[in-house]
């Protein structure tokens, strides 16, 4: 039973440091692109102190792990990353449905290819938007 136990914890250690790897990947991507972006962590955040624990909610419930803003005109990105065949929760639906909404670019992606190709196809390929500037300077 120990053991059992033992090697959740260890799976799920593995699959927590295989999604930051997954948003790492993410992250420099939109930073070879000229996206400023960030990683966005929400959650609960326990504070324990000599006499007494208290926990606190870091972040908006829903809010996407990845945040961040596309030039030239400061457009504003949401990505939440997921393992492939997870949904996003409906605090998170919402969040993203919020950000459509009010003229961003919201997104749900299970790799980074999910990501190249909804920029891709609402930004253009990176190696277009290089010919443009070059077009537009010259």
């Not at 799920?12 to 962590?41: C, D, P, S, T």
């Not at 609960?44 to 007494?52: A, G, M, P, T, Y």
């Not at 961040?68 to 949401?78: D, N, Q, T, Y």
């Amino acid at each position: 039973m120990r053991c059992s136990a033992s090697r959740k914890r260890q799976d799920k250690v593995l699959a927590h440091q295989k999604a930051q790897q997954q948003i790492g990947e993410i992250l420099e991507y939109l930073r070879l692109r000229g996206i400023f972006a960030w990683r966005q962590n929400a959650g609960l955040v326990v504070i324990q102190s000599e006499d007494r624990r208290r926990v606190m909610r870091v972040g908006m419930k829903g809010i996407s792990d990845i945040l961040g803003i596309i030039p030239p005109h400061g457009r504003f990105l949401a990505i939440e990353v997921k393992k492939p065949g997870r949904k996003p929760t409906a605090h998170q639906r919402a969040f993203l449905a919020e950000v459509k909404r009010m003229g961003g670019i919201a997104l749900v992606a299970h790799s980074l290819e999910d990501v190249a190709r909804v920029l891709d196809g609402l930004l253009g390929s990176p190696r277009t938007m290089r010919v443009q500037e070059q077009a537009d300077a010259g």
